[in-house]
Structure formats: structure tokens, C-alpha cells
């Protein structure tokens, strides 16, 4: 009995961690009614906002594996991802954790593509610096590739914000690395106050550009 209320304890806690990103992600989707997921994976982050009025999604994951909430999904390359959509065919272009499992050359010419695909605005959530991550579960693409700064982004005219709180308590998978794990995990959400103004000094950062019309 004790366990399982720990354990349901711990999984609210993890989630109340992540209400800043959340909350900014909400902010920066405001207003716009089309949304691109590239590299979505089997459940988006969108599904716990408002979705937008249209969403789709794109991944090499079996459409019968992706969450619901998405209007229309394609199952494709990524990087190849001029061969599936047109130029300024989305509002709003949203890459979740992708960009690190990328090597950095590879990341700087896609970047490129998702700038002629959006319309609007680019959101881009990967973790500051490189953080060394293994394949796992069978999956080789969960492998970290490379690591992103906020001069990477600033120098492309990316407005950024730290996320998940002060970078040296959480390590791969953004696992909390102290004990006990609550007054850290706590902490990291106390210091989310501080990083978001201050991105060199969190764990992850959310790198937002807003393209001219």
C-alpha cells in the first residue's frame, strides 16, 4: 500500500516538474491553427495542451503505435523531409527531443528544411550541451548524437528558455541523479525560475523562433 502510493506520488510529482515547459509551450502555440510534430514519436507532448484547429505528425513509428490527437500522420524519413510536405505549409513547426540524436551536421541542414516549411514559427526542445544517452529497448535512433548550446540558436535568431530546472541535478533520460529523489526533483522545479531566464544554466532548453512574414 505504502509503495503504491509512493510510486503514484513520484509519477504526479515528475509530471508537476514539466509545468514549466508546458506552460510555455501553451504560450507559444496561442493563436496559430496549423502544427507539424516532426519526429512525434508514439505520444506527442501536444496531447496534454489545447490542440490547435490542425495537427499532424510525422515519424518512422507504425501509425497503429502514435497517440490519437493527431488530424493526419505520415509514416517517413524525417530527414527527407521536403519529399512529404510543401514549403510554408505549416503555421507552426514543433521538434520534441529530436535534434540531439542527430549528428550536428545533419542538424544544421535540417534546421534549414523546417524553416521553409513553416509559415510562422519553429519550437525546438533539446537538451543543453550534450547529454550521453544509449540506445535502449532495442531502439538505435534513442542514441545521443550531439550537443546543442543557446549560441547554436541565438546566432540563428532563436529566442531561448531553460527548462527542467538547474542542468547538474538531472543526467541521462533526464533522471534525477541525487537522493532523495523528491527534494531534488523539487528543487529542479524551484530553480525553473531561475533558468528560464537564464538558459545556459538548465538541463534543457526550448529555443523559439518566429519567422518573418
Not at 4 to 17: G, H
Not at 46 to 59: A, C, F, Q, Y
Not at 70 to 94: A, W
Request: with cysteine.
Amino acid at each position: 500500500m505504502i509503495k503504491r502510493i509512493k510510486a503514484k506520488l513520484k509519477k504526479y510529482i515528475n509530471a508537476s516538474s514539466d509545468f514549466g515547459f508546458y506552460r510555455l509551450l501553451k504560450k507559444e502555440l496561442e493563436g496559430y491553427d496549423s502544427v507539424l510534430d516532426v519526429g512525434c514519436g508514439v505520444s506527442s507532448p501536444l496531447s496534454r495542451i489545447d490542440r490547435p484547429s490542425h495537427l499532424e505528425g510525422i515519424d518512422l513509428v507504425p501509425a497503429k503505435s502514435v497517440n490519437k490527437i493527431f488530424d493526419k500522420y505520415k509514416k517517413g524519413n524525417i530527414l527527407l523531409i521536403e519529399k512529404h510536405y510543401k514549403n510554408k505549409s505549416f503555421d507552426v513547426v514543433v521538434l520534441f527531443h529530436v535534434l540531439e540524436h542527430l549528428k550536428r551536421s545533419e542538424g544544421k541542414v535540417f534546421l534549414k528544411k523546417l524553416e521553409k516549411i513553416a509559415k510562422k514559427k519553429i519550437i525546438i526542445c533539446t537538451p543543453n550541451g550534450f547529454i550521453p544517452q544509449d540506445p535502449h529497448s532495442g531502439n538505435i535512433y534513442q542514441e545521443h548524437l550531439s550537443g546543442w548550446f543557446v549560441k547554436d540558436f541565438k546566432t540563428r535568431g532563436y529566442k531561448i528558455y531553460g527548462i527542467r530546472g538547474f542542468r547538474f541535478i538531472r543526467g541521462e533520460f533526464a533522471a534525477i541523479k541525487y537522493k532523495p529523489w523528491y527534494f531534488w526533483l523539487f528543487l529542479s522545479y524551484l530553480s525553473e525560475y531561475i533558468t528560464i531566464y537564464f538558459p545556459q544554466l538548465s538541463f534543457e532548453l526550448m529555443a523559439v523562433k518566429t519567422l518573418r512574414r
